[in-house]
T-cell receptor, first 113, second 114 residues
Framework: AQSVTQPDIHITVSEGASLELRCNYS??????LFWYVQSPGQGLQLLLK??????LVQGIKGFEAEFKRSQSSFNLRKPSVHWSDAAEYFC???????????FGSGTRLQVQP | NAGVTQTPKFQVLKTGQSMTLQCAQD?????MSWYRQDPGMGLRLIHY???????DQGEVPNGYNVSRSTTEDFPLRLLSAAPSQTSVYFC?????????????FGPGTRLTVL
């Protein structure tokens, strides 16, 4: 069965600092990987996705993620965090047969002024 | 297109009551799914459907029923609500085709069971 691990439950960074959120996936076949962001009380917004090809994926809001098969990782990065980036971030892997996602438990990002 | 819509946005139930969470999409997507979101656990798959008339269980199906009589609608039924079903529920849809594997989410329904 697929599983997605986000090792960091909570991260605090200063505004303007760089950010890296970790994600590890377990399924052996070619993964279909996603990062979503959720602001408090809101729905899910897709930041970026990886299906194949270039392992460095660009997304919205200045985010990028790098797929590393050797490490089973798909870490999310941003070079300079803004206060509006404070939210919860979810990594997910798609089961292509069911077209359903397996989510990590999420990482809550706090941004200090 | 309205995308994926869910009703109601908020609901409070008493233990033992039944209700149906509605989900509809106007994108002609074959695949639809229901998830629940609980603090510290991410989103977990309840039931999914790969097309009209076809449904199957996800990871946490107990206490929930679904049906898919049309491509557009995928209601989730709670037959006898329990406090453990207090959660935020998200419906999602996905198109067919291997080059566009993405899920489109509804805005969610926040359910409280007293």
């Amino acid at each position: 069965a697929q599983s997605v691990t986000q090792p960091d439950i909570h991260i605090t960074v200063s505004e303007g600092a760089s950010l890296e959120l970790r994600c590890n996936y377990s399924y052996g076949a070619t993964p279909y990987l996603f990062w979503y962001v959720q602001s408090p009380g809101q729905g899910l917004q897709l930041l970026l996705k990886y299906f194949s090809g270039d392992t460095l994926v660009q997304g919205i809001k200045g985010f990028e993620a790098e797929f590393k098969r050797s490490q089973s990782s798909f870490n999310l990065r941003k070079p300079s965090v803004h206060w509006s980036d404070a939210a919860e971030y979810f990594c997910a892997d798609m089961d292509t047969g069911r077209r359903a996602l397996t989510f990590g438990s999420g990482t809550r990002l706090q941004v200090q002024p | 297109n309205a995308g994926v819509t869910q009703t109601p946005k908020f609901q409070v139930l008493k233990t033992g009551q039944s209700m149906t969470l509605q989900c509809a999409q106007d994108m002609n997507h074959e695949y639809m799914s229901w998830y629940r979101q609980d603090p510290g656990m991410g989103l977990r798959l309840i039931h999914y459907s790969v097309g009209a008339g076809i449904t199957d269980q996800g990871e946490v199906p107990n206490g929930y029923n679904v049906s898919r009589s049309t491509t557009e609608d995928f209601p989730l039924r709670l037959l006898s609500a329990a406090p453990s079903q207090t959660s935020v529920y998200f419906c999602a849809s996905s198109p067919t085709g291997t080059t566009y594997n993405e899920q489109f989410f509804g805005p969610g329904t926040r359910l409280t069971v007293l």
